[in-house]
């Protein structure tokens, strides 16, 4: 769908031109401090104006498993990586990561993730929407690696049904984590 080529890539790539030179000099700054403090992942930003029938979850995967990044350390691979793709044009946002770090996050670590970026998305406030989408996978995955300390067998790759799990968090999109309708609350 997206071809076959390799990508070449910074951490943070802008390609809609969302980020002045100040505030790209802060996501990069929150880029490197979440390297630091969750050693042996990366965190990724790319800007993007796609059209609208291109499926911006079906980009991000094909992104991070095509892309190779410039700046990240050796050892460290695709697989170790949690990519945050926006979109300029639909101000939608979404969030993929790799195999090494999916046993350690859930459809519902990521959905609150970006709704912690969501209001700042919607105003356009890039920098902030991005950092707090950072910060919020820090410290996500900073509990997880803890609690996969204490618990080694817990955290395992899973096998997943996609439509499935696809559905429940359009779901959740739509009408909240708990899964009530604005509709139902009106009437109650």
Partial sequence: MFGEVEVQSGLLGDEAGLLRRRERKRVEKEIQRFGARVPGLFFAVRTVALDEVVNLRKFGFWLLNRAEFDDLGSGIGNDS????VIDAESRAASLTY????????SEMDTFKCLSKAHPYLLEGDWRRGIVAVARN?????????????????????RQRD?????D??????RFGPDGESPANEAKA
């Fill in 81 to 84: 990586g949690v990519l945050l």
């Fill in 98 to 105: 790799g195999y090494r770090v999916d046993p350690f996050l």
């Fill in 137 to 157: 996978m820090d410290k996500v995955l900073r509990r997880r690696w803890w609690q996969a300390l204490m618990h080694r067998g817990r955290f395992q790759p």
């Fill in 162 to 166: 996609g439509r499935k799990q696809a």
């Fill in 168 to 173: 429940e968090l359009l779901r959740r999109i």
